[in-house]
């Protein structure tokens, strides 16, 4: 009898908590996918750098586990309290709570069972989506084979399903091990005497809590001055504190304030549905504080992942082109040249090299014109003759530039373009060593090649006849490949002048050390593509799980309580109002209900993308970027928050006519 029961509540379950169901598949079906990434021999062999997939992705499982575990644990508990007269009932028929509790249990394990059986094929699937998107990432072709290394990812996802379920229905067996009759059949009505305990002076208690969470920007803002001064980290863990604590303080209050607010507002509380809304919202609130508090803080996290992903996504894909402008960029004696030029022909075709020399100012430098901060470790300007900058400007298929026999232009960085904008008068003009006098004709901030500017961040570019008699600085190795480069090319250059760079480790494979004088393209994208691709990757898989938990979380919620609130809009409809009316108040609630925990982490979260853009302007392609940025990545979290809201609203509707 008793396994028919279950069999039978099971059924319910599935009907009931389809969306939960469904969550918690997509979930083990992206801890799946991701644990095959990560074991992909194809994926790990891309770079050196995506050997470091596996460990990043482990430390993110480890917050997974966190956050579903409390997904499936609100939801139980949800259960529970849901089916508590239910549990009462049969108490008084006789079945024992030891019985009871091993029916509770085994649903919800069944449950748990079907949704991990069914994210191994679904899981299998994204896998193969997520190992092609990789592979254009790295302009790599792409076969969807059948993994042969399906074992390690499939006992990974039962360790995390066991660790998950062990916690969960651990915490579920003493929770109604502790229960008695009496409780059951009046759990629901303590429920409900929670929702309506005044809390005074919330309208303070809610305007302090505000000013808590303003008072932690002011520090984070504070901290984040610019590039090369450290924050302190005791202040922004302080910071992040105060946040927490002000959104657990502003959702706990926001209920009675809102009361507080229309009551006294007489002209407006009686217009419309105004005051039935408000009662509907802020008694759900006041029943769900910590909950909506708590997912008001995923959101908060969901939002920066995805803001701090995509910004860094950007900020790498532009350094490509500031670091790596060309296929191959050298400064080493000229007299090596030609051993480098062998190394590369023996790999790849040369479409073009070009060999330039800069110059060095010492005398009437515009260094000695900056400050102490401003300066950097080259005390002398690096000057390059104007046919040299005009041929690598040709061969990027970038503008040239022209001079009077008495002009300069300077090419500088985009921090140091300000700076020197207002020393313009000072650095009208300039006295060269060998006393050419020029004048400042432009300045502009395109940069010509990866070793521009080396230690100093601008570029002095003068007449060709101006440089007689001045003391070459460096030389420079340019050259063009016909076909793409790569790492490898990179440590082969490296090992060709300085067999020292380059170590075996113990299973005889051969890495070099970087030389700053040795600039690849190809190493240069490899090593950006996959810091991209780690950190997108592993950001927008924990930002999926917490929008996921969040919207089910809102939708079991919502759905599931309409069973309370359907004889009120019952009345509603005997009283004579029209069905369309009440449709637009469960359009009102459900929205009210769903956008109040974003609003806060919105407002938060793009204040902090504004401070962090005063740190990384300089490394996008322009100051405002970051707000496209930003759009691009919570519109993500949006699409699929819009999904659970549809879900519920139609709910909500369809509950209502049944």
Same mark, same amino acid.
């Given at each position: 009898?008793?396994?028919?029961?279950?069999?039978?509540?099971?059924?319910?379950?599935?009907?009931?908590?389809?969306?939960?169901?469904?969550?918690?598949?997509?979930?083990?079906?992206?801890?799946?996918?991701?644990?095959?990434?990560?074991?992909?021999?194809?994926?790990?062999?891309?770079?050196?750098?995506?050997?470091?997939?596996?460990?990043?992705?482990?430390?993110?499982?480890?917050?997974?586990?966190?956050?579903?575990?409390?997904?499936?644990?609100?939801?139980?508990?949800?259960?529970?309290?849901?089916?508590?007269?239910?549990?009462?009932?049969?108490?008084?028929?006789?079945?024992?709570?030891?019985?009871?509790?091993?029916?509770?249990?085994?649903?919800?394990?069944?449950?748990?069972?079907?949704?991990?059986?069914?994210?191994?094929?679904?899981?299998?699937?994204?896998?193969?989506?997520?190992?092609?998107?990789?592979?254009?990432?790295?302009?790599?072709?792409?076969?969807?084979?059948?993994?042969?290394?399906?074992?390690?990812?499939?006992?990974?996802?039962?360790?995390?399903?066991?660790?998950?379920?062990?916690?969960?229905?651990?915490?579920?067996?003493?929770?109604?091990?502790?229960?008695?009759?009496?409780?059951?059949?009046?759990?629901?009505?303590?429920?409900?005497?929670?929702?309506?305990?005044?809390?005074?002076?919330?309208?303070?208690?809610?305007?302090?809590?505000?000013?808590?969470?303003?008072?932690?920007?002011?520090?984070?803002?504070?901290?984040?001055?610019?590039?090369?001064?450290?924050?302190?980290?005791?202040?922004?863990?302080?910071?992040?504190?105060?946040?927490?604590?002000?959104?657990?303080?502003?959702?706990?209050?926001?209920?009675?304030?809102?009361?507080?607010?229309?009551?006294?507002?007489?002209?407006?509380?009686?217009?419309?549905?105004?005051?039935?809304?408000?009662?509907?919202?802020?008694?759900?609130?006041?029943?769900?504080?910590?909950?909506?508090?708590?997912?008001?803080?995923?959101?908060?996290?969901?939002?920066?992942?995805?803001?701090?992903?995509?910004?860094?996504?950007?900020?790498?894909?532009?350094?490509?082109?500031?670091?790596?402008?060309?296929?191959?960029?050298?400064?080493?004696?000229?007299?090596?040249?030609?051993?480098?030029?062998?190394?590369?022909?023996?790999?790849?075709?040369?479409?073009?090299?070009?060999?330039?020399?800069?110059?060095?100012?010492?005398?009437?430098?515009?260094?000695?014109?900056?400050?102490?901060?401003?300066?950097?470790?080259?005390?002398?300007?690096?000057?390059?003759?104007?046919?040299?900058?005009?041929?690598?400007?040709?061969?990027?298929?970038?503008?040239?530039?022209?001079?009077?026999?008495?002009?300069?232009?300077?090419?500088?960085?985009?921090?140091?373009?300000?700076?020197?904008?207002?020393?313009?008068?000072?650095?009208?003009?300039?006295?060269?060593?060998?006393?050419?006098?020029?004048?400042?004709?432009?300045?502009?901030?395109?940069?010509?090649?990866?070793?521009?500017?080396?230690?100093?961040?601008?570029?002095?570019?003068?007449?060709?006849?101006?440089?007689?008699?001045?003391?070459?600085?460096?030389?420079?190795?340019?050259?063009?490949?016909?076909?793409?480069?790569?790492?490898?090319?990179?440590?082969?250059?490296?090992?060709?002048?300085?067999?020292?760079?380059?170590?075996?480790?113990?299973?005889?494979?051969?890495?070099?050390?970087?030389?700053?004088?040795?600039?690849?393209?190809?190493?240069?994208?490899?090593?950006?593509?996959?810091?991209?691709?780690?950190?997108?990757?592993?950001?927008?898989?924990?930002?999926?799980?917490?929008?996921?938990?969040?919207?089910?979380?809102?939708?079991?919620?919502?759905?599931?309580?309409?069973?309370?609130?359907?004889?009120?809009?019952?009345?509603?409809?005997?009283?004579?109002?029209?069905?369309?009316?009440?449709?637009? *108040?469960?359009?009102?609630?459900? #929205? &009210? @209900?769903?956008?109040?925990?974003?609003? !806060?982490? /919105?407002? $938060?979260? +793009?204040? =902090?993308?504004?401070?962090?853009?005063?740190?990384?302007?300089?490394?996008?392609?322009?100051?405002?970027?970051?707000?496209? *940025?930003?759009?691009?990545?919570? #519109? &993500? @979290?949006?699409?699929?928050?819009?999904? !659970?809201? /549809?879900? $519920?609203? +139609?709910? =909500?509707?369809?509950?209502?006519?049944?």
């Amino acid at each position: 009898m008793l396994v028919k029961l279950t069999y039978q509540n099971l059924k319910k379950t599935f009907k009931n908590y389809l969306i939960y169901i469904i969550s918690i598949t997509l979930a083990f079906s992206l801890m799946f996918s991701f644990n095959l990434i990560a074991n992909s021999k194809d994926v790990m062999e891309l770079s050196h750098v995506m050997e470091n997939f596996k460990s990043i992705m482990f430390f993110v499982n480890c917050i997974i586990l966190f956050v579903l575990s409390y997904l499936i644990n609100y939801t139980i508990k949800f259960m529970f309290h849901k089916r508590s007269k239910e549990f009462g009932t049969y108490m008084i028929l006789g079945i024992e709570k030891k019985q009871i509790n091993k029916m509770f249990l085994l649903e919800n394990l069944l449950m748990g069972l079907i949704a991990l059986i069914l994210s191994f094929f679904i899981g299998y699937f994204f896998s193969q989506i997520l190992s092609f998107i990789i592979m254009n990432i790295f302009e790599r072709p792409y076969k969807v084979i059948l993994a042969s290394d399906l074992f390690i990812p499939i006992v990974y996802s039962i360790i995390y399903f066991i660790i998950i379920y062990f916690i969960v229905l651990f915490l579920t067996y003493h929770r109604i091990k502790k229960t008695t009759i009496h409780d059951l059949l009046n759990l629901e009505k303590k429920n409900e005497e929670k929702k309506y305990q005044k809390r005074k002076y919330a309208t303070w208690k809610f305007l302090l809590f505000l000013l808590i969470g303003i008072l932690a920007l002011c520090i984070i803002n504070k901290e984040f001055i610019g590039i090369g001064i450290e924050p302190s980290f005791s202040k922004i863990l302080f910071a992040s504190l105060l946040l927490i604590i002000s959104i657990y303080g502003i959702t706990f209050n926001l209920g009675d304030t809102l009361i507080n607010f229309v009551l006294k507002k007489n002209k407006r509380k009686y217009k419309k549905n105004h005051l039935f809304i408000v009662r509907q919202f802020t008694s759900k609130i006041k029943t769900m504080s910590w909950t909506l508090a708590t997912l008001s803080l995923l959101i908060l996290l969901t939002f920066l992942s995805l803001s701090i992903s995509n910004l860094m996504g950007a900020i790498l894909e532009h350094q490509i082109d500031l670091s790596a402008p060309m296929d191959i960029s050298i400064i080493d004696d000229e007299k090596k040249f030609p051993k480098y030029l062998e190394v590369v022909e023996e790999n790849y075709q040369i479409k073009e090299k070009f060999v330039y020399h800069s110059y060095k100012n010492d005398k009437d430098s515009i260094y000695k014109k900056l400050s102490e901060n401003e300066q950097s470790w080259n005390e002398d300007d690096t000057i390059i003759r104007l046919s040299d900058y005009n041929k690598l400007m040709q061969m990027r298929g970038k503008k040239t530039i022209s001079l009077a026999s008495n002009e300069y232009a300077l090419n500088v960085s985009n921090e140091l373009e300000q700076i020197l904008s207002e020393k313009k008068e000072e650095i009208r003009t300039i006295t060269l060593p060998n006393q050419e006098k020029l004048e400042l004709k432009n300045m502009f901030t395109e940069n010509y090649s990866s070793m521009y500017a080396l230690g100093s961040g601008y570029l002095v570019i003068v007449p060709d006849e101006k440089i007689e008699n001045l003391e070459i600085e460096d030389s420079y190795l340019i050259i063009d490949t016909i076909e793409e480069t790569d790492e490898e090319l990179e440590d082969k250059l490296i090992n060709a002048v300085n067999n020292k760079r380059c170590e075996q480790d113990e299973t005889g494979y051969t890495f070099c050390y970087s030389l700053a004088n040795i600039s690849v393209k190809g190493s240069y994208e490899a090593t950006n593509k996959s810091t991209t691709t780690i950190l997108s990757f592993a950001l927008f898989y924990l930002a999926f799980i917490f929008t996921t938990v969040t919207g089910a979380i809102l939708a079991i919620q919502t759905l599931n309580d309409q069973d309370k609130y359907k004889y009120r809009f019952q009345v509603l409809s005997k009283l004579g109002m029209e069905e369309k009316e009440i449709h637009k *108040i469960i359009f009102t609630e459900t #929205s &009210i @209900f769903f956008i109040f925990p974003i609003l !806060y982490p /919105l407002i $938060t979260s +793009f204040i =902090i993308n504004c401070i962090l853009n005063k740190l990384f302007k300089l490394f996008l392609p322009s100051n405002h970027a970051f707000i496209s *940025i930003y759009l691009s990545g919570i #519109s &993500i @979290f949006l699409m699929i928050y819009l999904i !659970y809201y /549809l879900t $519920t609203y +139609f709910g =909500i509707k369809k509950n209502l006519e049944d």
